[in-house]
T-cell receptor
């Protein structure tokens, strides 16, 4: 089944404790992206990648890191999480950079 | 700052009516336009994409794009209670994968 998977689906952590949210797609898509979704603000792009080793900032990259060492994986790293990073996170992938297929989401709470 | 604006709603229509959802964007360099539907607690899924001026129809859905006026709309004919969801307008900008989403319009279809 073609899909985008994210892990974990739910995470509660404390301020300053480094964490990684994994994203993997099995569709051989070139493009991948991370978003956060907050009430009233919609989806905001954090980082995106147009190919292996090619990443660029979205609208809200501060406090986040990404890497794209292989086509199928695009992990999101929070080196020192803070409470304002409490949010619902979505990973998405796209074959040609238009239609995006979203993962199921990761709900992160930073205490 | 690139922006995509949507009326947050809620928009309430009776079953069988036409629902009209609107979206405006700020940057004329915009290339691709999308409507996603998001049910509560779920991830966004694509309904329609549109790339050139005019109308594009797919079943009960029609997307309309007017680049001169910088707006894109979605019409849902014969609205059904199952259409009740949040509708997200998205714009991808020329030359990359930078994606801006509107905050979404909540639609309620009353049986």
């Amino acid at each position: 089944e073609a899909q985008v998977t994210q892990n974990p689906r739910y995470l509660i952590t404390v301020t300053g404790k480094k964490l990684t949210v994994t994203c993997s797609q099995n569709m051989n898509h070139e493009y991948m992206s991370w978003y956060r979704q907050d009430p009233g603000l919609g989806l905001r792009q954090i980082y995106y990648s147009m190919n292996v080793e090619v990443t660029d900032k979205g609208d809200v990259p501060e406090g986040y890191k990404v890497s794209r060492k292989e086509k199928r994986n695009f992990p999101l790293i929070l080196e020192s999480p803070s409470p304002n990073q409490t949010s619902l996170y979505f990973c998405a992938s796209s074959l040609t950079g238009d239609t995006q297929y979203f993962g199921p989401g990761t709900r992160l709470t930073v205490l | 700052q690139k922006e995509v604006e949507q009326n947050s709603g809620p928009l309430s229509v009776p079953e069988g009516a036409i629902a009209s959802l609107n979206c405006t964007y700020s940057d004329r360099v915009s290339q691709s336009f999308f409507w996603y539907r998001q049910y509560s607690g779920k991830s966004p899924e694509l309904i329609m994409s549109i790339y050139s001026n005019g109308d594009k129809e797919d079943g009960r859905f029609t997307a309309q794009l007017n680049k001169a006026s910088q707006y894109v709309s979605l019409l849902i004919r014969d609205s059904q209670p199952s259409d009740s969801a949040t509708y997200l307008c998205a714009v991808i900008y020329t030359g990359g994968f930078k994606t801006i989403f509107g905050a979404g319009t909540r639609l309620f279809v009353k049986a």
